[in-house]
């Protein structure tokens, strides 16, 4: 009778701990829940700042992608005085564009070279503290106007094609037989497509990605001379683009019919895919 | 409600089913080892302080009767309990008035209530070592399981970058991690208790012989 009674109080004493017990593990788990809410609550939104290192000793200034990471910068106008290689060269300017450049240095020789420069390395506001007040207008607006232009399209005629836009989706969207660029053009691109990883989702909803590279195909198919002319605004999907460039080397010699010799391509990356 | 997608449940909800089943075992592991550590924590603490000042009594009052009478308030002392089936026993001894044999009889129902209560006072506490030493086992499991998952989805993806591998792997350390949570109050109770429980066995190894001792004496 005795050990009966004790054995039911055994059990009673063991039903309330382990009532405690579920208690104290629901209330940990709530606790939890609700600082995992709180901390998504208030975490501060920090400003990304996506430093690319790959980039750093290679062609494509530094700056610029780096700038670009970080916010939408103007690029600046350096690629737009370099003929491409194969391409015929530099995109046609309005008609009123070139005047007041052609005007500025016929005033002012020296004060416009040294604005030039200082504006493509320093920031605006010094270059007006440097050149006088009439000509700095004139010379910003127009420096504006080019760098709207150039902000819209892309940065030299290598991105211009005339065959269909993306690449990579199979020779039968193409259409008309292709000729032998094109189809080694369809070549590298399936190449370096295969050679590209990236994570969509470490992009997030960063607005309009879209990485333009030029890249030199040498005669052997070995890749030289990359350069990121505008990088999008995620450093990852930029240092992406470059590796998976620099991996595709060396890729199928040019065919002899395409005369055997350097060939100088721009490619523009989006998530999609290569344009 | 989560905005934050770092955070401990958000991983949980993209875990696998092995990976669940093993947080689940791990959690009732972690309740009944807290019931456990609970029921233990205040039924060993009485049966220390209870035994304390039960052997502070009987050290103070030469009558056994007396003792005896006392022990009603010492119900979870192991001592006081102990005495009283030495006691009840020798009561039980009617007219048996030769020592040897009263001695003997009393001695091994002193001895069976002393195991008796060890046994008691030891009740569940090994499955608290069984949780302390399976447990981190289980969740190294369950993390193994989860990492085979995300090395298969970076076959999957073809994509070897940390983007692809660090979801899977954050997800599957959840049941290392959740296994120390388990393991680690169910080993640190584990020592205490026993190390306790060894402390009651030696007072009951050394009194007991008093115990009878002094019944003996009663009988002469």
Known sequence: MNNRDERKANKRRFLTALTISVFLHVLLVTVSLYLQYLTGVKRPQLRVIDVSLVTLPGPGSPEKADMSAVEPVVPEPEPLPEPPVEQPPVEPEPEKKPEPVKKVPKKVPDQQKRAEKKTVKEKPKESKQNVPQKQPTDFERTLERLRQKVQQGPPSDLYRRSGPGRFGQGEGEYGAPMGPYERYLVEVVTIIRRNWSFTPQLIGQKGDIKA?????????????????DRGSISGYFNDTVVKAVQKSSPLPPVPEEMGRKALRIGLVFTPQGIE | MFTSKIGFFSLLANAGPVVLFVLAVLLLFSMFSWAIIIMKARSIDKAVSESRSFLDYFFDVSSIDKVFGETENYRNGPLARVFRAGYIEYRALGDLKEPARAEERISRAVRRE???ETKSLSRFVPFLATVGNTAPFIGLFGTVWGIM????SIGVTQSASLATVAPGIAEALVATAAGLAAAIPAVIAYNYFTQQINSIERDLEDFSGEFVKSFVNELG
């Not at chain 1, 590279?213 to 350069?227: D, K, M, V």
């Not at chain 2, 998952?149 to 298969?152: C, I, P, Y």
């Open chain 1, 212 to 228: 333009y590279l030029a890249l030199t195909i040498e005669p052997g198919g070995a890749i030289s001379n990359i350069r990121l």
């Open chain 2, 114 to 116: 002393a195991n008796e």
């Open chain 2, 149 to 152: 998952n995300s090395f298969m």
